[in-house]
């Protein structure tokens, strides 16, 4: 089956380091996306991707690092200067990236916690 | 830059009733409209979306939403609901006009529905 999966589902780190969310997807999409969930906030975007070895900053980059050396792959490191790292984090591709009407779809989601 | 408003952040119904969970936009260009559903500790799933054409847009599970140009709105309606409605609602805009590739989604701070016995 074709999708967007995320690991792990729930990820607990201690004050100080650094950990790295896993996305991944089989839909053969041109691009990637990066969002924080906090409750009664909504889904603010880190960063995003549109093609292999590119990408950008959304809104709320700071402490915050991505990868994209493959097409199917789009990690995101919540480093130790992200200083509220607590949320649930959603990776979403699309496709081909070119065309306004692409619909985002989302993976699972990664709750990180830190204590 | 567009701005998305769900101003109920939770709506209780019960079982059978008809249910609106509003939104709002602001944008000061053409814009494609979207509501995605979220169950708990899930990800986002498309709802149902606003791109061109007929105004009204309707789901598989029974709902829809009317593109409202003149009052900026995006309202999601069911007229009859169902526990397994009860979820978080996001109605999320993009730019349909530009022209750089990318068109950033903008949601909503969402609508949870509580579905009632």
């Known amino acids: 089956d074709g999708g967007i999966t995320q690991s792990p589902k729930y990820l607990f780190r201690k004050e100080g380091q650094n950990v790295t969310l896993s996305c991944e997807q089989n839909?053969?999409?041109?691009?990637m996306y990066w969002y924080r969930q906090d409750p009664g906030q909504g889904l603010r975007l880190i960063y995003y991707?549109?093609?292999?070895?590119?990408?950008q900053k959304g809104d709320i980059a700071e402490g915050y690092s991505v990868s994209r050396e493959k097409k199917e792959s789009f990690p995101l490191t919540v480093t130790s200067a992200q200083k509220n790292p607590t949320a649930f984090y959603l990776c979403?591709?699309?496709?081909?990236?070119?065309?306004?009407?692409?619909?985002?779809?989302f993976g699972p989601g990664t709750r990180l916690t830190v204590l | 830059a567009q701005s998305v408003t769900q101003l109920d952040s939770q709506v209780p119904v019960f079982e059978e009733a008809p249910v609106e969970l509003r939104c709002n936009y602001s944008?000061?260009?053409?814009?494609?409209l979207f509501w995605y559903v979220q169950y708990p500790n899930q990800g986002l799933q498309l709802l149902l979306k606003?791109?061109?054409?007929?105004?009204l847009v309707e789901s598989i599970n029974g709902f829809e939403a009317e593109f409202n140009k003149s009052q900026t709105s995006f309202h999601l309606r069911k007229p009859s609901v169902h526990i397994s409605d009860t979820a978080e609602y996001f109605c999320?805009?993009?730019?349909?006009?530009?022209?750089?590739?990318?068109?950033?989604?903008?949601f909503g701070t969402g609508t949870r529905l509580l579905v009632s016995p």
């Open positions: 991707s549109q093609i292999v070895n590119d990408f």
């Open positions: 944008s000061s260009v053409s814009v494609y």
């Open positions: 979403a591709s699309s496709s081909p990236g070119l065309v306004t009407t692409d619909t985002q779809y």
């Open positions: 999320a805009v993009s730019d349909a006009a530009g022209n750089t590739g990318f068109q950033k989604l903008v």
């Open positions: 606003y791109l061109s054409g007929s105004t």
């Open positions: 839909l053969n999409h041109d691009a």
